[in-house]
């Protein structure tokens, strides 16, 4: 079955301090996978997208990792900010880009405090 | 360019009553999406079109929702009758060929009482 799951759940750290969350993923095949961002209120913006040969991607203070080996993905947040306070979406596409489906994790809920 | 574009942002109704959502996607983009998130199911693909043909409602949870796609500018998402059950947020997104990026609206904010 297709699934992907974040952890931990929620979060809450320290602003300036650095996070990391975490996504496993069983979904095959496997095409690439995404990091979204959701403010409160607001819809999923992209942070970043990684293909099956990339290993690392970084977006500014967000640094993502794909071991497509072991099927796990990680998004580091370096000096966290207050606005860094989000629900983080792993999703994996599965198949073709354009016709294969998009499994979404729950998300992780990170509160930024200063 | 504006973004996904949803309205309204917030509807309260009332059990049994019909709901229509409506969302303008980018312009140019060829695919539009319908998403509805719960705290207890995340988000959930509905349905969504390509070109303005739909392309996979296996999501749709029941007859009571239906979507149209009138024009490439233009989609509905309607709910009738609408259950307390239906209650979430429900996410419009559009991308350029298919599932490389998603743009995702604001969301509208649904609550059947």
């Known amino acids: 079955k297709n699934q992907v799951e974040q952890s931990p759940q929620s979060l809450i750290i320290l602003e300036g301090k650095n996070c990391t969350l975490q996504?496993?993923?069983?979904?095959?095949?496997?095409?690439?996978l995404r990091w979204y961002k959701q403010d409160t209120g607001r819809g999923p913006v992209s942070l970043t997208i990684?293909?099956?040969?990339?290993n690392t991607k970084s977006n500014g203070r967000y640094t993502a990792t794909l071991d497509a080996d072991t099927k796990q993905s990680s998004l580091h947040i370096t000096a966290s900010q207050l606005s860094d306070s989000a629900s983080y979406i792993c999703?994996?596409?599965?198949?073709?880009?354009?016709?294969?489906?998009?499994?979404f994790g729950q998300g992780t809920t990170l509160q930024v405090k200063p | 360019d504006a973004g996904v574009i949803q309205s309204p942002r917030h509807e309260v109704t009332e059990m049994g009553q019909e709901v229509t959502l409506r969302c303008k996607p980018i312009?140019?983009?060829?695919?539009l999406f319908w998403y509805r998130q719960t705290m207890m199911r995340g988000l959930e693909l509905l349905i969504y079109?390509?070109?303005?043909?739909?392309?996979?409602d296996s999501g749709m949870p029941e007859d009571r929702f239906s979507a149209k796609m009138p024009n490439a500018s233009f989609s509905t998402l309607k709910i009738q009758p609408s259950e307390p059950r239906d209650s979430a947020v429900y996410f419009c997104?559009?991308?350029?060929?298919?599932?490389?990026?998603?743009?995702f609206g604001s969301g509208t904010q649904l609550s059947v009482l």
């Open positions: 990684m293909t099956f040969s990339e």
């Open positions: 997104a559009s991308s350029f060929q298919g599932y490389e990026k998603l743009f």
């Open positions: 996504c496993n993923y069983t979904v095959s095949p496997f095409s690439n």
């Open positions: 079109f390509n070109n303005n043909v739909p392309i996979d």
């Open positions: 312009s140019g983009h060829d695919y």
């Open positions: 999703v994996v596409s599965g198949g073709s880009s354009n016709t294969g489906k998009l499994i």
